[in-house]
């Protein structure tokens, strides 16, 4: 892990548990890295109890594994888990179509319809590919925003952190393929939400994020395969 400025916020507890999450999101801290809970609250020049705090919440949330008697280790992703988490992340999506397809308002498929022209923009270079995924990523949230439902918003934030990482280890040569099926389906999904159609909508999420799995699953397999 690179060096980090030190934290001097006095919620030191929560300042740790950013830094800690945003490290292993970037991956900074790799898949299956050991942690040194002393190294660690050196660097982020802070005690060890708020470290260790913030472990025992990235464990809680599955982004690390407490191994008893081996140490404390940057959780690994695979294929079996990605395929777990699409499957309740699908849920959570159909419920929030569900729910937003009685609530949704006009201003809110206007911001959807400007993620559908952003993630229309050619993509030729890295920095383009992640201003897409960050689009992509605004374009979900904001159909789970439309749900109105917190508890649902809190855990699609958590689910999120698994995919994040699950992209980053993933080897996708092809991904550049895909994204006129995207936009398809990210059609569909708007436009059935816009039609108030949930049915629409929930069938329209299953046949995106299925195929979304499918090339996630498949690049880590690449991945692994290469290491």
């Known amino acids: 892990m690179t060096k980090r400025s030190p934290i001097t916020r006095e919620r030191a507890n929560d300042a740790v548990h950013s830094a800690l999450r945003q490290a292993i999101l970037t991956s900074a801290l790799r898949p299956g890295e050991r942690l040194n809970i002393a190294e660690l609250a050196e660097q982020l020049r802070v005690s060890l109890t708020p470290v260790r705090n913030a472990v025992q919440l ?31 992340r699908g849920a959570l999506e159909g419920l929030a179509a569900e729910l937003a397809c009685n609530l949704i308002t006009p201003e809110q498929i206007d911001g959807m319809r400007r993620h559908l022209r952003a993630l229309a923009r ?35 934030h958590r689910l999120n952190a698994h995919i994040q990482i699950a992209r980053v ?59």
């Open 122 to 156: 050619p993509v030729r270079t890295v920095a383009d590919r992640q201003q897409h995924e960050r689009d992509n990523a605004a374009l979900h949230m904001a159909l789970v925003l439309a749900s109105r439902n917190i508890r649902l918003l809190e855990a699609y």
């Open 169 to 227: 280890h993933a080897e996708d040569a092809e991904w550049k393929d895909r994204l006129r099926d995207e936009r398809m389906e990210h059609d569909e999904i708007v436009d059935a939400l816009e039609a108030r159609q949930p049915e629409r909508a929930v069938r329209a999420i299953r046949v995106h994020l299925d195929r979304a799995c499918h090339a996630l699953t498949r690049g880590i397999d690449v991945r692994r395969a290469a290491v």
């Open 58 to 88: 990235l464990a809680a949330e599955g982004l690390i594994d407490v191994r008893p008697r081996s140490g404390t280790f940057v959780a690994t992703i695979t294929p079996e888990d990605v395929v777990e988490t699409f499957q309740i």
